[in-house]
C-alpha cells in the first residue's frame, strides 16, 4: 500500500512538471506563429555562396 501512495505522488509530481513546462513556453510566445510552420516547406533556401563556388 505504501508503494502505491509513492508512486502516485511520484506521477503527480511528473504531471505538475509537465503542466508548468507548457503553460510557461504558452506565456513565452512559443505557440504563436501558427501560419509559417505549415508554409516553410514551400520556400526555397537561398544557396549559399560556399556551394555555388564550387
Not at 520556400?43 to 556551394?51: A, G, I, N
Amino acid at each position: 500500500m505504501g508503494v502505491i501512495i509513492l508512486l502516485l505522488i511520484a506521477s503527480i509530481s511528473v504531471a505538475g512538471i509537465f503542466l508548468f513546462g507548457f503553460i510557461w513556453s504558452v506565456k513565452k510566445g512559443q505557440y504563436e506563429d501558427e501560419y509559417s510552420p505549415p508554409v516553410r516547406m514551400l520556400f526555397d533556401d537561398k544557396p549559399s555562396k560556399k556551394s555555388s563556388q564550387q
